[in-house]
Nanobody, 115 residues
Framework: QVQLVESGGGLVQPGGSLRLSCAAS????????MGWYRRASGKEREMVARITSDGNTNYAESVKGRFTISRDNGKNTVYLQMNSLKPDDTAVYYC?????????WGKGTLVAVSL
């Protein structure tokens, strides 16, 4: 089992920044990839950013150039730096870990972008 705990969400004005953190614990050995997904009200969950064990990253088109995913293997933590936030970025953000064929999810953290 892998446990994931997100932190760092909150309310921010358009154009502002936030950094989300996801701390992994448990059977973290052989985690293939970690990522961030989000679900906005009334919409399907979508992938935001993903990073593999060897450091390859990919992003949703809507966040390219604004969001950066990174990982600190020593702290078993993945980060999502979000800059130039827009109201459309408002959603619950979920941390995800893939280990072999299993997917693990955190409980989510709310990011609200509003005046």
């Amino acid at each position: 089992q892998v446990q994931l705990v997100e932190s760092g969400g909150g309310l921010v004005q358009p154009g502002g920044s936030l950094r989300l953190s996801c701390a992994a614990s448990g059977s973290i050995f052989s985690i293939n990839a970690m990522g961030w997904y989000r679900r906005a009200s009334g919409k399907e969950r979508e992938m935001v950013a993903r990073i593999t064990s060897d450091g390859n990253t990919n992003y949703a088109e809507s966040v390219k150039g604004r969001f950066t995913i990174s990982r600190d293997n020593g702290k078993n933590t993945v980060y999502l730096q979000m800059n130039s936030l827009k109201p459309d970025d408002t959603a619950v953000y979920y941390c995800n870990a893939q280990r072999y064929s299993m997917q693990y999810w955190g409980k989510g953290t709310l990011v609200a972008v509003s005046l």
